[in-house]
């Protein structure tokens, strides 16, 4: 007497989907006869749907891309108030393929308030509108990055100068595509040249023993140009020789060479450059190891004899310059023994003529 209760009640579970009753709803399901119409109108579904499945392309995921960790350097005080150059990265993360672009995005917007309490600082700051509808453009041909700003860039002096530079080049050379970088403004002229001649668009001459030592430089590096206009135009950076260089006096050199040149840095400039290889003559072939004899020969009239400071046979030959062009650049040759030449200096007056270097620089 309960089998039919017990039927009707599974009846009720499996119409409502639910499988508790196993094989007795099932076996009751089945026993169900369908009319003919019923089971054409079912064999019609079914060949329906199987020709659906049929007929829907598979459509595959597309994979997410791939993200990607790229380093933005920023100015930390107090490091970069003592060496302008002086920069530390942090990591940012982008899934765009223009890492580059990306980069610099970031380097504008600047440090975390997290990174700006240890220290790190905003190397870029704009005032004004832009003249082509963003802050930048940025084109990258033969290894050379070409970044123009839109918008006037806010710089204070040399220091800012540097700092805007060093975080700009030390960023964008992270990437294997880029071996050099040009930075210019709103108008298409070189950022922050003080020269006015755009050194940064002339063909860089990378330093080597080729370079000819001159009245006012060394090859295309010349005398009163910033670390980081030097290191444009030399083809390698201009760096301290020691950690923390003084920003009122200290000596750089070339990164990646040529050996025994040095370079004495005032306030952010070159002063003086200094040769104490035979390896490297200057534009007259005089070098280290020649004779007075021979300095005069190769500069007729124009040699001026000093002795040296604490020393009784120290001699320096002094070449004075011979248009009013140079009339603040002097070319000296050093000699401890009064004979044969030690070291060659070129740079400007007064620090030109300073026996102890640095040392003799005061705090303006």
Request: hydrophobic content about 35%; some cysteine; aromatic content about 6%.
């Amino acid at each position: 007497m309960r089998q039919p209760t017990l039927l009707n009640f599974c009846l009720f579970v499996a119409f409502v989907g639910i499988s508790g009753c196993g094989s007795q709803t099932i076996n009751a399901m089945s026993s169900q006869r369908l009319s003919p119409a019923e089971s054409l109108t079912n064999a019609t579904i079914s060949q329906q749907t199987n020709l659906t499945k049929q007929a829907t392309p598979a459509v595959s995921a597309q994979p997410p891309a791939a993200v990607k960790k790229v380093k933005v350097f920023f100015p930390k005080n107090p490091q970069s108030g003592q060496d302008f150059t002086y920069v530390e990265p942090v990591l940012r993360t982008t899934s765009s393929a223009s890492v580059a672009q990306f980069a610099i995005e970031q380097l504008i917007a600047g440090p975390t308030s997290q990174e700006k309490a240890r220290g790190l600082s905003d190397p870029i700051e704009f005032k004004g509108t832009s003249n082509c509808g963003k802050d930048f453009t940025l084109s990258i041909t033969n290894g050379t990055a070409r970044l123009k700003f839109c918008k006037s860039v806010i710089s204070e002096g040399t220091g800012d100068d540097a700092r805007q530079k060093s975080s700009i080049n030390t960023t964008l050379k992270q990437f294997p595509t880029i071996n050099s970088v040009i930075i210019l403004d709103r108008n298409g002229k070189c950022l922050s040249d003080q020269s006015g001649e755009n050194t940064c668009l002339k063909k860089a001459e990378k330093l080597t023993t080729e370079s000819p030592l001159l009245i006012d430089g060394l090859g295309s590096v010349k005398i009163n140009m910033t670390v980081a206009q030097a290191s444009s135009v030399a083809g390698t950076q201009i760096v301290p020789s020691r950690k923390n260089p003084n920003r009122v006096c200290d000596y750089y050199k070339p990164a990646n060479g040529p050996e025994g040149v040095t370079f004495m840095v005032t306030q952010g400039r070159i002063a003086t450059v200094e040769i104490e290889t035979n390896k490297i003559t200057t534009a007259h072939g005089i070098k280290v190891d020649d004779t007075e004899s021979t300095i005069k020969s190769a500069y007729p009239g124009q040699i001026q004899v000093s002795r040296l400071l604490n020393s009784e046979k120290g001699k320096a030959w002094v070449v004075q310059p011979s248009s009013f062009a140079d009339k603040d650049f002097r070319l000296v040759f050093v000699s401890p023994n009064g004979k044969t030449v030690s070291r060659m200096i070129a740079g400007k007056v007064p620090e030109v003529n300073y026996a102890e270097g640095c040392l003799d620089v005061r705090p303006g």
